[in-house]
């Protein structure tokens, strides 16, 4: 079995794959004010409900956009399932050719979901990760990874909203049916959810004349808000990211393997 850990800025996603299969997942929630020792103990409880044993893990990769936690998650899974992770950065292979500027600056996340993306549903292909903050990601017909866009999270925009309006409170991501409303709190989610689906549509359409029709493939959580209400995304992949990271495992497998 392989585990796979995406480190994210709100959440860490966790996987297992068996034979390419992704046989359970969990999120837990980032902090950097954990130890390795606690986030064992969230996991651990997690395996032993799942029927899954840490002697099971054979191999892992994680991917990362927190440094902070690098070590600290890297330290937990070396000294409780026995592997050394991999690490996505320069110098492993992804199957992509990374198109961009700079490709160190590139967020190991973005490059993950293009990965099982393009694997997935072939090129060219867009794919919208909806977190923290949102990534709209480019790969082309060739896997060639062109690059993108990046833009505020859901979450963000309403956080920001209301922590800079002293007046405004803190909302519910909930979508009113209609977008003229009579109280605060509707009238911000009517705002922020199709303001948000009208900055999805404009990125989409705005690509989709530099390169062409294109495959539109949504991840995130928050993606699921905003999938019901525009017919610019043409699938919801929740377990995209996950399934980027074994793909990239299988590559570069040697360097995992338990010893």
Request: a positive charge; hydrophobic letters at 40%; charged letters at 20%.
């Amino acid at each position: 079995m392989n585990l796979v850990a995406d480190i994210g800025n709100t959440n860490i996603k966790i996987g297992v794959f068996e034979n390419d299969k992704l046989v359970d997942s969990t999120r837990l929630a980032t902090s950097n004010r954990k130890t390795a020792d606690e986030y064992w103990l969230m996991l651990k409880d997690m395996f032993k409900g799942r029927g899954i044993s840490s002697e099971q893990i054979d191999g892992a990769i994680m991917s990362s956009v927190n440094p902070n936690l690098n070590y600290t998650i890297e330290h937990m899974i070396r000294y409780n399932f026995g592997v050394t992770p991999m690490v996505v950065g320069a110098g492993i292979k992804t199957g992509l050719k990374i198109k961009y500027d700079n490709p160190k600056e590139v967020g190991s996340d973005r490059i993950v979901g293009a990965v099982a993306a393009y694997r997935t549903y072939g090129g060219p292909v867009i794919t919208i990760d909806c977190g923290t903050a949102t990534t709209f990601n480019v790969v082309n017909e060739k896997g060639e990874f062109l690059g993108g866009c990046i833009s505020f999270g859901l979450k963000t925009a309403a956080d920001s909203l209301s922590s800079a309006a002293a007046r405004l409170p803190n909302i519910e991501l909930n979508v009113p049916p209609e977008i003229v409303n009579r109280n605060t709190i509707s009238n911000m989610q009517a705002g922020i959810i199709y303001g948000f689906v009208g900055l999805v549509e404009k990125i989409v359409n705005k690509i989709k004349s530099e390169i062409g029709q294109a495959k539109v493939v949504a991840t995130g959580g928050l993606s699921e808000i905003i999938i019901k209400h525009t017919d610019v995304i043409d699938a919801f992949d929740k377990t995209l990211t996950l399934r980027g990271l074994n793909i990239i495992y299988n590559m570069n497998k040697q360097t995992g393997d338990k010893k």
